[in-house]
């Protein structure tokens, strides 16, 4: 028999790095930029959360310290992507490659590779809840950061700008306004948001960090943004659809109906329906007018 | 200081640059190879000399470039005519995943039938893994870069249920297939090394989409479709079957990587079988500027790196992992470095006086 609120509770948590990973996709990509480092800097937040928390007791602290771990990617794809003017495939894979081995390298340096150092994890709010008991970082995701994103995004200035900078930079560098500074404001922030989805996986969910610890999350958020159409609310419903999935999967493993079938099928579920949404949603999306374009004045 | 658009590119610039690229990699991870205590120097002797000092050693070399052969190969076909294939990670898998199942479905066929039969299911098991996305593309205009990218982890999990479910070795019980018949495994080409029958695969394939690409009607055809679709099509260039025949040639080239892997050197299916020669692939594939003789070398390249990264290790005690910080930081610096090749840099005079008129 499959719990309801355990399948609820677990959906939460799951969403939770998807979450944060997609806000950061969607502003990143309403600017103009694909940004395929985020894989990466999921991994470089995760393992800087690991390590600062490690060294100090503290999570917060490592919290802090993905956030600025993400907030020097975003810099570095902003440097590639807004300032040379890079191919963008290429700039966001390359730094995905970069902060993965670069934080396995740093890994095996300081914990011996094998690391199973346990940190002080972030502790759960209401614990005696059904569902409600969760991480602070969940409840800040679904109810500030998500609305204040989908606010930022279409009722503050600088949330215009980013939209006009990802639309027709001509136009908005013609209105006067600076659209290589508004992409890498787009870039840092979506970055930082990142690296708190990654720091999630370590600092709250698993206590301690592992090789491959994104596992291919990053890739399902820029799945996300695209099933969300670049909107934030439904980049979250997605993230709790794939969660869902996820979660059912893990709970249908233990049921004996199910028992027969291979867990790496049900796995595989989550990618299959995004694909699915995809080609039936897909058709004709709209995308941001400058996605992938460099712009240089001329 | 701006950058001003050049008007024409000087021959000496573009190796210059690579060279200056070079300089600022090894300036950059000077610090973190001696946080790890070696000597930067040393270490790059490592990566880039020792290898090639003996023959034992420049052997491993080959080896270790003919997977990055196949999957460079196989974005740069790709994404010169548009088509971002990001997926050649998943199409490799699917690949030796047909490799493993006709190699321990028929294990008794004699060599002359059974690699011209494994090569071919592994082509078609790529192609037929990158032909989802290359439908969705040219059918309804579903950008294929987050649909091959997404097939990656699920030809990973089609790999690990096999070796879980049906294909768990039965006599050792690890999650790793059984070897494949004798008539499967590819011939070494070198008497005493391990370079095997997929290297000179891989160097006969680039010279093919040399060949293709450069010099015949499809191969111009396929160019015009990268550089500028809407003028293709003006022109009577059938854009949708070009770059879908392209992409099912890419995913078919990555397949057989795969295929390489498996009858070549692990004889059987492994949950490691690519540590991500795929995404690598996209690295090769851009340093060699999509061109064949490029991704030769530059996969000649990585792969010495690979090999000394391994002997730092050992020697030095530098994690291995150095080597890819090494190959993506060259990556960056160099593709953001070349860039200068379309500008000159100008500083601008404080006084502009002079180009105002007056």
Not at chain 1, 111 to 122: A, E, M, R, V, Y
Not at chain 2, 130 to 157: H, Q
Not at chain 2, 302 to 324: C, D, F, K, N
């Amino acid at each position: 028999m499959i719990g309801l609120a355990d399948l609820a509770t677990a959906t939460l948590v799951g969403a939770t790095p998807l979450l944060f990973a997609a806000t950061g996709e969607v502003i990143t990509e309403r600017a103009g930029i694909l940004n395929l480092g985020i894989e990466g800097t999921m991994y470089a937040g995760a393992f800087t959360g690991f390590l600062v928390a490690a060294n100090t007791g503290s999570p917060w602290l490592g919290l802090g310290a993905a956030v600025i771990a993400g907030m020097l990617a975003g810099a570095l794809m902003g440097l590639l992507s807004v300032t040379l003017g890079v191919n963008q495939h290429v700039a966001g894979i390359g730094i995905t490659l970069l902060l993965i081995a670069a934080s396995d390298f740093a890994n095996r340096l300081l914990f011996s590779g094998g690391s199973l150092t346990q940190i002080d994890k972030f502790g759960l709010l209401f614990p005696d809840t059904p569902v409600l008991s969760q991480y602070l970082l969940t409840y800040l995701g679904f109810l500030v950061v998500v609305p204040a994103a989908a606010w930022m995004l279409w009722r503050s200035g600088f949330g215009l700008r980013v939209r006009a900078v990802g639309e027709n930079p001509e136009a908005t560098d013609a209105a006067g306004v600076p659209v290589a500074r508004t992409r890498y404001a787009a870039l840092i922030l979506g970055a930082a948001l990142m690296a708190v989805g990654g720091a999630f996986i370590t600092l709250a969910m698993v206590g301690t960090f592992t090789l491959n610890i994104i596992g291919g999350r990053g890739w399902v958020a820029i799945a996300l943004v695209i099933f969300g159409r670049w909107r934030v609310v439904p980049a979250m419903l997605g993230a709790l659809l794939f969660a869902g999935v996820d979660a059912l999967q893990l709970q249908l493993a233990i049921t004996e109906a199910f028992a027969a079938v291979p867990r790496e099928l049900l796995i595989a579920t989550p990618y299959l329906v995004v694909i699915v949404a995809l080609a039936l949603s897909g058709r004709n999306v709209a995308y941001p007018g400058a996605y992938l374009k460099p712009y240089r004045r001329t | 200081m701006r950058l001003v658009l050049r008007g024409h590119e000087p021959r000496w610039l573009a190796p210059v640059l690579v060279l200056l690229a070079a300089v600022i990699t090894f300036v950059l991870t000077a610090g973190p190879i001696r946080a790890a205590g070696a000597s930067p120097v040393a270490a790059y002797q490592r990566y880039l000399l020792t290898p090639l000092t003996s023959f034992r050693s420049f052997s491993e070399v080959l080896l270790a470039s003919t997977p990055l052969l196949f999957t460079g190969l196989a974005v740069a076909l790709a994404f010169r005519t548009g088509f971002f294939n990001i997926g050649a990670e998943g199409q490799f898998l699917a690949g030796a995943v047909a490799a493993t199942w006709v190699g321990i479905g028929v294990p008794d066929l004699p060599g002359p039938v059974a690699i011209p039969l494994v090569i071919a299911a592994g082509a078609l098991a790529g192609a037929l893994w990158v032909a989802i996305p290359a439908v969705l593309r040219v059918r309804y205009g579903i950008d294929e870069v987050v649909t091959t990218l997404l097939l990656n982890p699920v030809a990973l999990l089609v790999v690990q249920g096999l070796l879980n479910g049906p294909w768990r070795n039965p006599v050792s019980q690890f999650p790793e297939s059984a070897e494949i018949g004798s008539g499967f495994i590819f011939p070494t080409v070198i008497p005493g090394t391990r370079v095997h029958l997929g290297f000179v695969l891989a160097i006969g394939l680039a010279v093919v989409v040399w060949l293709v690409v450069g010099r015949t009607g499809t191969g111009l055809r396929m160019r015009a479709v990268g550089l500028a679709p809407t003028a293709a099509r003006f022109n009577g260039v059938p854009v949708e079957r070009t770059l879908l025949g392209t992409a099912l040639a890419s995913g078919a080239i990555a397949g057989i990587g795969g295929v390489s892997q498996v009858a070549g050197l692990q004889h059987q299916l492994t949950g490691e079988i690519s540590p991500g020669f795929g995404y690598t692939g996209i690295v090769v594939a851009t340093l060699a500027a999509l061109t064949p003789i490029g991704v030769i070398l530059v996969s000649l390249l990585l792969a010495t790196i690979q090999v000394g990264a391994e002997s730092a290790s050992r020697v030095l005690q530098l994690p291995p992992q150095m080597g890819q910080v090494v190959t993506a930081t060259f990556l960056l610096v160099t593709v953001g470095i070349l860039v200068l090749r379309r500008y000159r840099i100008r500083i601008r005079r404080p006084s502009r006086t002079s180009e105002v008129p007056s």
